[in-house]
């Protein structure tokens, strides 16, 4: 699991903090404001023709 489907032989895989998001992930932060990069990495096995490629994940946050 983990990676979304774009079309065409392109897939991409999600990763928060450099974590890959495909078996979750934990974050813990201090008390304030933190920024929390969130990467989206393309992969492909050939050369990807020229056109629009599109997916959808869910990204889901909580806060205990």
């Known amino acids: 699991g983990g990676r979304v489907s ?3 032989g392109v897939t ?3 990763y928060i903090n450099g974590t890959d998001l ?3 992930a934990r974050l813990t932060a ?3 404001t933190r920024r929390v990069p969130v990467e ?3 992969y492909s096995q ?3 023709k020229p056109g629009t ?3 959808s994940s869910v990204l889901v946050l909580g806060y205990q």
């Open 22 to 24: 495909g078996g979750g």
């Open 30 to 32: 201090p008390a304030g």
């Open 6 to 8: 774009m079309g065409g």
């Open 12 to 14: 991409s895989r999600l």
């Open 40 to 42: 989206a990495v393309l």
């Open 53 to 55: 490629y599109q997916g």
């Open 46 to 48: 050939a050369e990807p």
